[in-house]
C-alpha cells in the first residue's frame, strides 16, 4: 500500500503545476498586474508611478511566463509564474496583495469553516442514510412514493433559498436562534445551529436520492434475500447487510469531500456571517488578489488529491477483498 | 481504479448468529415504539432547560455580558484594507481610522456649510505669504506673488497617545521591545500579547514625521503624488530616502529599518515642542481641509520602530492592523473577518459637545448634550455582515442601532407624503425609527468623451454639432424619472458638477441649467423633447438619421458588467435615446476592462462619479480641468474635457477664498460647462440612514466621519426593545415535531406488522417464485 500511495503522490505533482498553470493563465487573462495594483491602491488619485513601484515591490513587474531578456534557465524562472508558483509547493503561501499573511489567514479560518462543515457532513451523512433506508424499507408505498417527491422537491429548490428562508422563518419570524454572526469556543454553538440545519436539509434530496438507488440495488442481491431466508429482521437487513455492501459507493462520495471541508462553503459562510475559508476566497475573487486565490485554488487541489487517495484507502478497510498494489 | 483489486468474491455479512437476531426482536420493536416519546420528552426538557438558561432573547447575537452596556452596534460589509493613515483612502477605512487618530482640524458637528474647528489643534492654522525673496507678503497679495505658504500649526499640551506596547520602557529607561530576539517572538500572535504598554505626550514632532511618511518608500500614500506637487520638498526627500533605502537593503537585508528621524524634510519642521510648520509652494489655500483628514494625524516615530521589527509583519502586527492614535477611541480587536472592536481611549485629552449649531438643531435636540465631555459612548462593536438581507434583519431585530436602506427594503421602510417627502413606514414608526436624509457631498454622472468623432467632435463645425448632439441627449435623458425608479427617489437631478452644500452651488431659478430646464412655476422644468429634437436636428441627425448618409445614428454605451437587476436601468437608457430615434448599444465590460476603456480614451459614453474630499468647488470643478484629463495625463478627468477659457478661468478661481468673486467665477464656469455638456450631470445621491430611538445625536455628515464621540445611545432602553421584540415563539418547533412524530406512527405501525410477518411473506413469496 505504502508504494501505491507514494506512487499517487508523485503522480499529484505534475497536477498541481497544472492546476497552477491553468489559475495562473485564466487569472492574467482576466486581471493585468496593473489591474491588481490600482485595486490595491484605490480608485482615486493613483499614479502611474505608484503602479509601478506597487508591482515591483511584489515582484509583478517580471513577464508573465517567459523573460526573453533573460539567459538560459532564468528564461522561465525570471518570471511571475515561476516565482509565485514554486513557492507554494514548499506551502509558502506568501504574503496577501493587502500585505497579509496567508499562511496566517488559512489557519485561522479553517476552523470556523470546520465548525459548519464537519457537523454538516457527519449529520448529513447519517440522516441521508436513514431517510434512504426508511425509504427502501418501505419501497412501491406511499412513503417510497412521497418520500421520491419530497427528494425531487428538495433537489429542486436552490441552496440560496434555504438559507433565506431559514433564516426569515427561524431567525426573524421565530427568534430561536441568531440570523448571522460567530464566536469563539463555545459561544460558536449558536450561530452554528441554523447554519448547520439548512446545510443538512438542502444537501438531503439529492444526497437521500442517491442512497436510495444504491440500496434498492443491493437489495436485488442474492445475500439479502437468504439473509431474509434465515429470517433475520429487516432492519439487521437493512442495517448490518445492505448499508455494509453498499459502503464503496458512498465512501467514494463521501471520504474524497473530507479534506475539502476544510475549505468551507462559499455562500453560507456569506450569509452567516461565517468568518471561514469560503468567504476569504470570495474576498480575494472579488479583490483580485491572485496571491489569495493562487493558494486556495492550490490548497483546493490538494485536498482534492488527498480526499482521493483517502477514499482508496478507505475502500480496502470497508472490504477486505481489496489490496491496494 | 486500477489499483484496486478484488481477491475474493463478495460474501454476505451474515455473521450474526440467526437467533441472536431473532429472540430480541420483541423487545427492539417494543424500545422502538418508546423511544419516540422519550424523544420527544427529552426536546422538551432541553427546550426548558434553554429557555430556563437564556435570560435574554435567543436570537442576541451577543454574548449575555454586553447585555445593558453603553455599546454602539454597527456592521461593516468590507473588510478595510488599511488602518495606516499614510494609505488609508477608503470610505469603509476611515470608518474606523477616523475615531483613533487625531489630524489637528475636523469639522464642525453641527455647523453648515462645513466649518474647519481645530481637533487636536490649540488654534486654527497661521497661514502666511512668502515671495521668492522670503518677504512676508499681505494676505490679499496676487497668486503670481506668491512664491511659498507656510502654515504654523500650534497643538495642545498634554495630549497623550493610546497605551501602546510600542512605549513601554524598563527600569533603565530603555525601551522594552523595540529589538525583539526571535525567541520572545514566538510567544507573540497578536498585540495584545505584549504584557506591557505605555503612552508618551504628543508633539510637534509626531505630526511632522507623519507628513515624512508620505513619502516613505515602502509605504503606498494615495495622496503622495498631489502633495509631493505642494509641500516643498516632499518629491525630493521622497528621492533620497529610496537611495537611502535601497542602500540600507543592501547591507543589512529586508528587515532594515529606515529611521525618517535621520533625514529632515524641508517643508516640515517643528519650531518647538508644541509647534510645527509646513511649507507650500506657491498658494494651495485647499491644504487646510487636508489638514482634517488621518494623513495628516501624528504617528510616533516609537511606532514606525516598533512594527518594522524582523518576524512583526509576518503576524500582521503592524499599523494597518493596530492602529495607534490620540483620538478618542482606540482599535481593541481586529478581527476583520468577523469583528472589530473599538473602546474609548483612557488617554483622551478630552473635548467637548458643540454648544451651537444650526436653526433647528435645538428643537431636533441636537444641542442638549452641549458642553458635555466627549466621548459618550463607551464601546463601539463593528460586525461583519456581508450580505444585506441579514444586516437588514438584525437592525429591525434591534441588534443593529442604525441602518441604510437597501432597494430591497425600501418600500418596508420609507414611504412619500403626499408633499413628497420621504418618512417611515407605520411599521418603523411603531418600532420608533427614525428617518434621517442628507444629500451626499457627491456627483454620479454621465460623461462623453470628447476625444470621440461622434459625441466630441472633430474640427469646428464638427465640435460643435457633436455639442447640440450632446445638449439634445442632456434634454433627452430624464434623470427625474431615473432617480423615481432606479433610486427610490434618494437623489437630486444636478445641475452641474457641484453637490448641495458645497460653495458654488446655487439653488433655485439662478442655480437651474437653461439647456436641459426651464423654470416653471417656481420650480425646474425639463425641456420638451421637442427641443431636444431640434438640436438633434441642427447637429446634422434629423430624427436620429446622420444627413450626410441617412444612416441611423448609432451610440455606444460602455458600462461595467452588470447583473440581471441592472437590465432594467439599462433598458430603460435605452429608451431614453429612442426617445430621439438614436440607437444605444451597451457595451458591457468588467471593470478592469473599463478603467482601460477609460484611460486610453477608447469609450464613447460611460458612468461614472465622484465623491469630495472637501468641501471645496475646486474638488468638483478640477473633474472637469483640462491638464487633468485622463488620456495622457492619468487625471481624473474622464471625459478629457478641455476649454481653454474653462480652464483659465479654473487657475484664477482654486486659489481664491470663497466670496462673491470667486462665485461670479464659479458662475462663468458652470455657464461654460452647462453650455458645453461634457457631461450629463447625472445626480446627486440622496442617503438615507435609519436609526433606532436608543440612538441619540445624529446628524448626518458626510465630510467628518470622527462622528462616533457624538453619538449617544440609551442601552436600558435598548435591552427593552430588544427583549420585546425578540421573544422566541416556540409553537411552530413544537407543531413540527408533534407532526413529524405523528407522521412516524403509521411507518412505525407497517414496521411492526411487517417484522413480525416477514417471515412468513418470504417465505410464501419464495414457494410462489419457484
Known sequence: MLNYIIRRVLYAIPILIGVNLITFTLFFVVNTPDDMARMQLGIKRVTPEAIAKWKQERGYDKPLMFSSSDEGFAKLTNTIFFEKSAAMFAFRFGRADDGRDIAYEIKSRMVPSLAIALPVFLLGLGVYIVFALIMVFFRATYVDFWGVVLCVALMSISSLFYIIAGQFLISKLWHLVPISGYGQGLDAAKFLVLPVIIGVISGAGANTRWYRTLFLEEMGKDYVRTARAKGLPESIVLFGHVLRNAMIPILTGAVVVIPLLFLGSLIAESFFGIPGLGSYTIDAINSQDFAVVRAMVFLGSLLYIVGLILTDISYTLVDPRIRLE | MKAAVFTEPLKPSSLSPLARATVPLHDRIHETGRAIPRCLEYLLVILTALMCACSGPWNNPYPESDTGKNI?????????????????????????????????????????????????????????????????????ARDEQIAYTIYEISIMPGIRFQPHPAFAKDQQGEFLYHRLPEKELADIHKLGDFPHTDSRELTAEDYVFQIKRLAHPRLHSPIFGLMSDYIAGLKEYAETLRAADEAQLKEQGRDAYLDLNNYPLAGAETVDRYTYRVKINGKYPQFKYWLAMPFFAPIPWEAERFYNQKGLAEKNINLDWYPLGTGPYMLTENDPNRVMVLEKNPNFHGETYPSEGMP????????????????????????????????????????????????????????????????????????????????????????????????????????????????????????????????????????????PGIAGHREGKEGINPVVYDWVDGRPRRKPIEAARKLLAEAGYPDGMDAKTGAPLVLYFDVTTRGTEDKSSLDWMRKQFRKLNIQLVVRNTDYNRFQDKIRKGNAQIFEWGWNADYPDPENFLFLLYGPQRKVGNEGENAANYSNPEYNRLFDRMKNMENGPKRQQIIDRMITILRHDSPWLWGYHPKEYGLYHAWYGNIKANRLSNNNVKYFRIDAGMREQKRSEWNKPVLWPAIAG??????????????????????????????????
Do not use: C
Not at chain 2, 469603509?92 to 474647519?116: C, W
Not at chain 2, 441636537?366 to 463593528?382: M, N, R, S, T
Not at chain 2, 420621504?422 to 411599521?427: M, Y
Not at chain 2, 411492526?752 to 419464495?766: K, Y
Open chain 2, 737 to 770: 415535531l408533534i407532526v413529524l412524530v405523528a407522521s412516524m406512527i403509521p411507518a412505525v405501525v407497517v414496521y411492526r406488522r411487517r417484522e413480525r410477518g416477514a417471515g412468513i411473506t418470504s417465505t410464501t413469496t419464495e414457494i410462489h417464485m419457484s
Open chain 2, 72 to 140: 454602539l452596534y454597527g456592521a461593516f460589509a468590507e473588510r478595510p484594507k488599511h488602518l495606516d493613515p499614510v494609505q488609508s483612502y477608503s470610505s469603509n477605512e476611515i470608518l474606523i481610522t477616523a475615531q483613533i487618530y487625531e489630524p489637528p482640524l475636523q469639522y464642525h458637528y453641527l455647523k453648515r456649510p462645513y466649518e474647519l474647528i481645530p481637533a487636536s489643534a490649540a488654534k486654527m492654522p497661521i497661514v502666511e505669504y512668502f515671495d521668492e525673496k522670503g518677504t512676508r507678503l499681505p494676505d490679499n
Open chain 2, 360 to 499: 433647528g438643531d435645538g428643537q431636533a435636540g441636537l444641542l442638549g448634550d452641549a458642553g458635555a465631555p466627549l466621548p459618550f459612548i463607551d464601546k463601539v462593536i463593528y460586525s461583519r455582515e456581508r450580505e444585506s438581507i441579514p444586516r437588514w434583519n438584525k437592525f429591525l431585530q434591534g441588534y443593529y442601532d442604525a441602518s441604510n436602506i437597501g432597494s430591497d427594503s425600501f418600500d418596508q421602510a420609507v414611504q412619500l407624503t403626499g408633499q413628497g417627502e420621504a418618512t417611515v413606514t407605520e411599521a418603523m414608526q411603531e418600532q420608533g425609527i427614525r428617518l434621517e436624509t442628507a444629500v451626499a457631498t457627491s456627483t454620479n454622472y454621465m460623461g462623453f468623451n470628447m476625444l470621440d468623432p461622434v459625441v466630441g467632435g472633430v474640427g469646428k463645425q464638427g465640435r460643435e454639432a457633436a455639442r447640440k448632439l450632446r445638449q439634445a441627449i442632456s434634454i433627452a435623458v430624464d434623470y427625474e424619472e431615473y432617480v423615481s425608479i432606479f433610486a427610490n427617489g434618494r437623489g437630486v437631478p444636478a445641475q452641474g458638477p457641484i453637490a
